[in-house]
Every structure is written in C-alpha cells, then in structure tokens.
C-alpha cells in the first residue's frame, strides 16, 4: 500500500498548490458544473489520483473492495469519455457513493481478511 500512499501524499500536496496559485474558473452547464484550473500537468496528476484511489482498492484482499474497484476504473473511463471538462464535478457525486458503499463494508464486512498478505 506504501506506493498509493505516496501517490496519494503527492497529489494531496499539488492540487491545492495549483488552485492557491491560479484562479480556479467554474462554468454552469446543463446538469452539472465545469470546472477548470492552470495546471501544466494535469494528466499525470489525475492519473496519480486514480491510481492512488482504485490502486489501494485493487489490492485491499477483500473481494467486495476489489470488485468496487474494478467499478470504479470503469467509472472514471466513461466518464472521462464523455465528459472531459465536466469530470470533476460528476466524479465528486460519484466519490460521495463510493464512500458510502466503503462505509457500508466496514460496518458490516467481515472482521478478517480474505487472504493475508504475504511478506516476501
């Protein structure tokens, strides 16, 4: 888990970096907001997000995680297919329910792991 930490800790320092530096423009457009921010580097830092999130779930040992993780990389593909501008505000909405779906395997998943790690 120490690389999605890492990844994680790195795009937790740059994006507020980028939005205290630049100003940070939203647009109204049917059914959702788009939001924009100068940021020269903008694909690696959300390909470190992605990968930060879905890569902890995709090696959490739980299958109901690992499954929420493959949903959730094809989430993000479709809706930056569709919707390049407009992805971090449907994200958002999106991340909201993945928390809860989170939140509910916590509270009533199993105590244990599904397979135990092993340290070689």
Request: proline share 5%.
């Amino acid at each position: 888990m120490i690389p999605f930490i890492v990844l994680g800790a790195a795009v937790t320092v740059d994006l507020p970096t980028a939005m205290l530096r630049a100003p940070i423009n939203a647009t109204e457009r049917p059914y959702h907001i788009a939001y924009s921010i100068d940021i020269g580097h903008g694909g690696l830092v959300g390909a470190c997000y992605v990968a930060a999130v879905c890569g902890a779930l995709l090696f959490s040992g739980y299958r109901h995680i690992e499954i929420l993780a493959v949903v959730n990389l094809a989430g993000v593909a479709v809706l930056a297919w569709l919707i390049v501008d407009e992805f971090a505000s449907l994200w958002c909405g999106y991340a909201a329910l993945t928390a809860g779906a989170i939140a509910l395997h916590m509270r009533y998943g199993k105590p244990h792991r599904a397979t135990p790690y092993v340290l070689t």
